[in-house]
């Protein structure tokens, strides 16, 4: 059984940029979480798909944007890139959406926005 | 506003000295706390689940106690490798759906 991977681990992007970020859940896990991490802080929830919809969005602005395929990976695309886009964003995924399930997390991609 | 408040923000221990972390919570529909590990560079790795007040889990040199308003991360005698950063995390039903609200983590440096 696979973990959460990530890709790609490292990215560098200027200012007003796109971005797309990848994430492969784990073996039979259905829901997606995103995260943005800054230097410092916690985890800040940007959004969750369950079964190819969205479930929920954090206080994140609209170019923050994503999709699940069938197979429930993942993307995370952001659009006219900011400096303080700058960060580690990190994917969980979960068996289900439900309160007794557990989010488990991928290595992060560390986006640098210059 | 649900909100998650760990203490302290760094921690230094001896090799062998135990020690508590603490993660307060504020938020209507608790349902659950987390407790990740987080090395350098990395993404948080699960320890722990806890579901209501009383409840205590264990796993080597780490125990997780929970009550009303509160968590505590207990380290028994510590050892480098524990060197990390301690997340606390809770599940909120908020919006209509679930979702984790992380605290800012305590980053616990062992020497031997």
């Known amino acids: 059984e696979t973990g959460v991977t990530q890709s790609p681990t490292h990215l560098i992007k200027t200012r007003g940029q796109q971005v797309t970020l990848r994430c492969s859940s784990q073996?039979?896990?259905?829901?997606v979480s995103w995260y943005q991490q800054a230097l410092g802080q916690g985890p800040q929830f940007i959004f969750q798909?369950?079964?190819?919809?969205?479930?929920g969005r954090g206080n994140f602005p609209p170019r923050f944007s994503g999709l699940q395929f069938p197979n429930y990976s993942s993307e995370l695309n952001v659009n006219a890139l900011e400096l303080d886009d700058s960060a580690l964003y990190l994917c969980?995924?979960?068996?289900?959406?439900?309160?007794?399930?557990?989010?488990?997390f991928g290595p992060g991609t560390r986006l640098l926005v210059l | 506003e649900d909100q998650v408040t760990q203490s302290p923000e760094a921690l230094r221990l001896q090799e062998g000295e135990s020690s508590s972390l603490n993660c307060s919570y504020t938020?209507?529909?608790?349902?659950?706390l987390f407790w990740y590990r987080q090395d350098p560079g990395k993404g948080p790795e699960f320890l722990f689940t806890?579901?209501?007040a009383g409840e205590e889990k264990e796993k080597e040199r780490l125990k997780a106690t929970l009550t009303k308003k509160e968590s505590f991360l207990h380290i028994t005698a510590p050892k480098p490798e524990d060197s990390a950063t301690y997340l606390c995390?809770?599940?909120?039903?908020?919006?209509?759906?679930?979702?984790?609200?992380f605290g800012a983590g305590t980053r616990l440096a062992v020497h031997p």
């Open positions: 969980a995924s979960s068996w289900d959406r439900g309160d007794q399930e557990t989010q488990y």
């Open positions: 073996s039979g896990h259905n829901t």
């Open positions: 798909y369950y079964r190819e919809e969205e479930n």
């Open positions: 938020v209507s529909g608790l349902r659950g």
């Open positions: 806890l579901y209501s």
């Open positions: 995390a809770v599940r909120a039903l908020s919006g209509g759906y679930n979702k984790l609200i």
